[in-house]
């Protein structure tokens, strides 16, 4: 599991059929000291995440884990939203 930041929404015209109920969202990656690492990738969001909040997501294979669907084309999943962090 990676952290990172919320930090815009994608929209789409069209989406592959199993994920038209789900948003996709901007994620920026980031340490457990908030500072930026990466560049900022596209996931599907499962929580409920909303711009500006800090989550915790999956990435490669695992990502389609928390869809309700066997197959689908993502490779990063919004699995988490993070209250605190205690470095």
Same mark, same amino acid.
């Given at each position: 599991?990676?952290? *990172?930041?919320?930090?815009?929404?994608?929209?789409?015209?069209?989406?592959? #059929?199993?994920?038209? =109920?789900?948003?996709?969202?901007?994620?920026?990656?980031?340490?457990?000291?908030? #500072? #930026?690492?990466? !560049?900022?990738?596209?996931?599907?969001?499962?929580? /409920?995440?909303?711009? *500006? !909040?800090?989550?915790?997501?999956?990435?490669? =294979? #695992?990502?389609?884990?928390?869809?309700?669907? %066997?197959?689908?084309?993502? %490779?990063? =999943?919004?699995? /988490?939203?993070? %209250?605190?962090?205690?470095?």
């Amino acid at each position: 599991m990676f952290l *990172g930041k919320v930090i815009g929404n994608v929209w789409a015209t069209r989406k592959y #059929e199993t994920l038209k =109920s789900f948003k996709m969202l901007f994620v920026q990656p980031i340490n457990a000291n908030y #500072e #930026e690492v990466g !560049e900022p990738l596209v996931a599907i969001d499962t929580v /409920g995440a909303g711009t *500006g !909040e800090t989550i915790f997501y999956i990435t490669a =294979s #695992e990502a389609v884990i928390p869809l309700p669907v %066997d197959m689908a084309p993502v %490779d990063a =999943s919004i699995v /988490g939203i993070v %209250d605190t962090i205690n470095n």
